[in-house]
């Protein structure tokens, strides 16, 4: 191998046309937010999001036709603004859907032109919750004090509430009143190139990712809106993004917080687990099984990027007691390793990896009880374990040693033989409890070639598993969770046939999994499908969605008739932006760690994998707390790398340029500039213009890559199992709609109110979307006009937390039973724990929740609606009331005279979408279920019974109170 160790010294900057090739100038802040805006036409709807970093944000829109069920300012995850009005001097509301709007990280502002107006609103201060507004027309925004004026001195000393600061009239607070975090991000622009609308993505993406951390930084949201809260696997998927960006002080107080809250309980089923999701204040889960292998991970990525290892002596120790935190990652793998099997494998339940949801038939991807990410996962921590043991200064204990190491080793003995498909050159999705694997084809197999530490899979397997995934699920726009060639593969996010979470894992793009297949991608030497990938989500952060941000999901293709793949999930998801970033600095400007036998710290090698047209490339990182600035550009025949301390590393900063085999290797002393060069017409790399190594470079922009590597070919059929009709039929939103047209009123019936309390003792779940009166029923009725049956059912209450606004209502379940001669059922199922005695049998069965269905006496589904917008809505919460209609065609005869009895519980979805089913009610109240059931009771709380005809009185119209 022809290297030579370099001390770098002082050497000439490489000069270039158009100036000198070194770092960038600091950016003025109004330079840098006008590079920024993001402009939307007057009529285009983008969503927006503005946060203080302290857990503190506002959601909103562009134009008109807000989602009241979310959008707003929200205050430690309450809503505390929700419809944003904007007033002129007379009184009269501004139309935001007929203004221009410009929107930066700091501010966004609306301008009308006609009237002529505008006005800018913006947050002050982390330490600052409200939001302040500034017109020069006279606008006013209603809200206070959640949002109000902005005031400040001028020059003169004079208040004022106006200010104006570049010529075209746009409003921009003063520097000194912006967050001190958005200033600093704002001017210290950490990438730049020639490719505008890139450059203008990262630094979106930059800022995106610190607005989702509250809590002093050691919380970090998964996602805005319903995901505002910590997620520990989301948490520490996320964390690369954060070192990457220099934002270590961060990255360690997450890590610290989950430390202080893993299951140190030896008896407990998660012992060792950090959270899943984590409210503070409220209840803690631990339900995962990768959260915490990625938080280990963290641990290690968080020492190696800044050079900081006394958080390893502290977490990878011997516990005590006293310190809920010392020993963590020591305990976390005890309680690994107690269930493992014995071929070394990870044990876990069927929804404790990252695809977990799960509806009332239980797990919709189960993928118990060995996933292969899981193994991954578990032999990367165990190989960091004992990479962060081997430092401690007091010698670690050699019997913990050696335990890990045989963990590790018998999972690396193991792993191809179990998870590896010779026929299909593929890995098994995972292996079932009775040890038969599932051949699902499924991307979580890519992180068995970007997780390990050290690799599981030789290099030619690689190879041919990166081929076959690749040219499966790998596409531009995104990665599919399944393989359109299995048949349970869902296209759409939101569909007519389907509950949301039938497709979350099962076919549609999760946009975080871009990163792992560029890391595939440019290690097999397409960087340039890589950037591909990279690029398209650069023009989603500036067109599309959420104006900066990047999404939960996407459809896995486009709907008939559209071009683009339609966004779903939260608008904006922390594991996305972090993905992005993080695979921009480590995979196309090729800055990540290496390791040498020996040697604990890395070398860094810079391995850039840059198109042309991007010209010079600059960007600002810190390594082992040293800040650099990095300038790169490709000349086509060459590659320059230009490398500046901004301060004397503590310790020698080892570095390796181009090849991390036989590139150049040094060592960075002091704060002179580098210049490195790869030539590539000799194979040459050389140092201040002298020769220095034979460098081979092989992959895109050196060559072609391995041509066999593709990205997956378009989805054109659309002839999927999931979007067959089912059985029965799937109502459309007018069939349903309730038009208060009926020819007889069957009944109208009143209920006691304040029974709500099932057999006297139920409590209702303890979160606070459980407001009182929402399972209280006080009024149903029954009218029927030519060809349908109508309903209304009255509550004491009736809420819209916002997850689901289509539905117009949440939290509220009901079934409603028809009882008529010759029915025959007793059970009235979903979860309800209640049956009837033989004398109350039942013909039919409605189930009121996220939709419809009606059932028959034999369990079969007659029909089904599902609300698909806001205007589809069966709910009311301004009257407390859920209204619909049903054809005549499924109900059987009889039904006049027949009797009903409506029951009514607390809704579960379980976190998805659909009817959702009766939640269930503990012997104690928690979080998300309810209290008081001692015996085994039903999850009913409130019950309406209407006796048949001839046995009530004749009514029509007047409210009856049985």
């Not at 690396?412 to 084809?441: C, T």
């Not at 509950?499 to 595939?520: N, Q």
Request: proline share 6%; with cysteine.
């Amino acid at each position: 191998m022809n290297q030579r160790l370099l001390n770098f010294v002082c050497i000439t900057l490489l000069v270039f046309t158009g100036g000198v090739f070194a770092v960038p100038p600091i950016a003025s802040l109004q330079q840098a937010s006008d590079e920024l805006i993001i402009r939307v036409n007057p009529g285009e709807f983008r969503s927006f999001i503005l946060a203080n970093r302290s857990g503190t944000y506002f959601y909103g829109a562009t134009g008109g036709g807000w989602d009241s069920g979310w959008m707003g300012l929200w205050v430690d995850r309450k809503r505390v603004l929700t419809d944003f009005r904007v007033m002129d001097s007379l009184g009269k509301r501004m139309d935001l859907a007929k203004a221009r709007c410009e929107i930066t990280p700091f501010d966004v502002t609306w301008h009308w032109d006609k009237p002529r107006a505008d006005i800018s609103v913006f947050f002050r201060s982390t330490d600052c919750d409200s939001l302040y507004y500034t017109s020069l027309s006279g606008l006013c925004v209603e809200g206070q004090p959640w949002i109000q004026p902005a005031a400040f001195d001028d020059e003169f000393g004079r208040r004022v509430t106006e200010w104006l600061i570049s010529s075209d009239s746009r409003r921009r607070p003063p520097a000194e009143y912006l967050p001190e975090f958005i200033r600093s991000e704002l001017t210290s622009t950490s990438f730049r190139c020639d490719d505008a609308d890139f450059t203008k993505a990262i630094a979106w993406a930059h800022i995106q990712l610190l607005f989702l951390l509250a809590e002093d930084d050691s919380l970090l949201y998964a996602g805005i809106p319903w995901f505002n809260e910590g997620w520990g696997r989301d948490t520490f998927i996320s964390l690369p993004g954060l070192l990457v960006t220099g934002h270590m002080d961060a990255a360690r107080k997450l890590l610290m917080r989950y430390a202080a809250w893993v299951d140190r309980n030896p008896k407990s089923p998660t012992y060792g687990r950090i959270p899943n999701r984590v409210r503070p204040g409220e209840e803690i889960a631990f339900n995962t099984a990768d959260g915490t292998p990625w938080w280990i991970l963290g641990v290690y990525a968080y020492g190696i990027s800044s050079g900081d290892y006394t958080l390893w002596s502290h977490l990878v120790s011997a516990p005590n007691d006293s310190d809920l935190t010392k020993g963590a990652v020591t305990i976390a793998l005890e309680g690994a390793l107690s269930r493992t099997d014995s071929l070394g494998f990870l044990k876990h339940g069927d929804a404790d990896t990252w695809m977990d949801a799960v509806g009332p038939a239980g797990p919709v991807t189960p993928r118990g009880d060995r996933a292969v990410e899981i193994a991954a996962l578990h032999h990367a921590s165990l190989d960091a374990a004992i990479r962060m043991a081997s430092i401690q200064k007091k010698k670690f204990p050699v019997d913990v040693m050696k335990k890990w190491q045989e963990a590790r080793e018998r999972l690396e003995r193991n792993f191809l033989a179990y998870y590896f498909d010779p026929s299909e050159n593929r890995l098994w999705d995972h292996i079932n409890s009775n040890g038969i694997p599932d051949s699902q084809a499924r991307s979580n197999q890519l992180f068995a070639l970007t997780v390990p530490l050290s690799p599981l899979v030789p290099p030619q397997v690689q190879d041919e598993i990166a081929r076959r995934v690749c040219g499966d699920l790998v596409h531009s726009y995104g990665v599919l969770s399944l393989s359109p060639n299995e048949d349970k593969f869902h296209p759409f996010h939101q569909d007519e046939h389907y509950p949301k979470d039938d497709a979350y894992h099962t076919g549609i793009v999760w946009t975080w999994l871009s990163g792992p297949a560029k890391d595939v991608l440019t290690r097999q030497g397409r960087a340039d499908l890589a950037l591909e990938m990279a690029e398209y989500e650069a023009q989603l952060i500036l067109k599309r969605g959420c104006a900066g941000s990047l999404p939960e999901v996407t459809d896995a293709m486009p709907r008939k008739g559209v071009k683009e793949v339609a966004l779903s999930g939260t608008v904006t998801q922390a594991w996305s932006l972090a993905e992005f970033l993080r695979t921009t600095y480590q995979d196309i400007l090729g800055i990540r760690p290496v390791f040498v036998a020996n040697r604990i710290e890395p070398f860094w090698l810079l391995d850039p994998r840059i198109p042309e047209n991007w010209g010079k490339v600059e960007a600002r990182i810190t390594l082992e707390s040293t800040p650099l600035q990095i300038a790169m550009q490709n000349f086509g025949d060459s590659t320059v790398v230009v490398i500046q301390a901004d301060t004397i590393p503590r310790t020698p900063l080892g570095i390796k340029v181009f090849n991390a085999d036989n590139g150049i290797t040094g060592f960075i002393h002091g704060t002179e500039p580098v210049r490195l060069t790869y030539r590539k017409s000799d194979s040459t790399a050389l140092a201040d213009g002298t020769p220095t190594a034979k460098v081979t470079m092989r992959g895109w922009p050196y060559d072609e890559g391995p041509r066999g590597l593709t990205l997956a070919p378009p989805i054109k059929r659309r002839d999927f199992a999931c979007l067959r009709p089912p059985s029965w039929d799937v109502l459309k939103a007018k069939d349903v709609a309730y038009l208060n047209k009926w020819d007889d009123v069957l009944f109208v019936v009143a209920d006691s109110t304040q029974n709500d309390r099932g057999d006297g003792n139920y409590v209702y779940p303890l979160n606070e979307h459980f407001e009182p009166g929402i399972l209280d029923i006080r009024r149903f009725d029954v009218t029927e006009s030519k060809n349908s049956y109508n309903f209304r059912l009255w509550f004491r209450n009736l809420v819209q937390p916002g997850w689901h606004p289509e539905y117009g209502f949440q939290l509220t379940f009901a079934a409603i039973c028809l009882h008529t001669p010759g029915g025959k059922r007793t059970d009235v199922g979903s979860n309800s724990n209640y049956v009837f005695p033989d004398s109350g049998k039942f013909s039919r069965i409605i189930y009121v929740g996220g939709g419809l269905r009606i059932e028959d006496d034999q369990g079969r589904v007659l029909a089904t609606f599902t609300p698909r917008a806001s205007a589809e809505a069966i709910g009311d919460t301004h009257v407390y009331m859920v209204r619909f209609e049903l054809p005549k065609k499924y109900f059987p005869k009889g039904t006049r005279d027949g009797g009903w009895t409506v029951l009514v519980g607390a809704q579960d979805d379980h976190g998805g979408a659909g009817i959702g089913e009766f939640r269930t009610v503990k012997p104690v109240a928690e979080q998300w279920a309810g209290g008081g059931n001692l015996n085994n009771g039903p999850n009913v709380y409130d019950i309406l019974r209407i006796p048949e005809r001839a046995k009530r009185p004749q009514i029509y119209g007047k409210v009856i109170d049985f």
